[in-house]
């Protein structure tokens, strides 16, 4: 009668034994898995975090640029007297400044958003007469910091 017993136990033993090792497999691979997701999350937090500071090393590269040459006499003539060729004037500095500083264009606006003049003047699709998006204002671009003048 003991053998029978110890017969009958066996096979529920080792389902006990299968069942708990799949619990362990189980265990295991969630464990693993949360620690890799938390890992992940960590270094995903660390690289926006350099591109972020990278990002506003270079915008803040520029910031002043619209500042310096925003009271230059080849940028107020349009401004103050449009349809002239100040426009032109105008233009062909926007150039020279954008060779300089390595931008890809240099735009100036009149107070309604409209391109007075631009860098890119000589190119297929030069941006004259754009007029920016409606509710973008130029308070509002500074305000987002965002070149006004620089893109």
Known sequence: MATQER???RPFLAL??????ILVVYQTATISRERALAD???RTAADLGRYSLSLQQELDRY???PKLISTHSE???PLLHPGSDAEAR?????E???ETIGASDAYLMNTEGLTVAASNW??????WGVILPSGLTLKTASAARQAAILR
Do not use: G, M, R
């Open 7 to 9: 017969l009958t136990s």
């Open 16 to 21: 006990c034994l299968i069942a708990v090792l």
């Open 40 to 42: 992940l999350q960590h």
């Open 63 to 65: 910031k002043d640029i």
């Open 75 to 77: 940028l107020l003539n």
């Open 90 to 94: 105008a233009s062909l500095y926007l």
């Open 96 to 98: 020279k400044v954008n």
């Open 122 to 127: 000589d190119k297929e699709k030069p941006s």
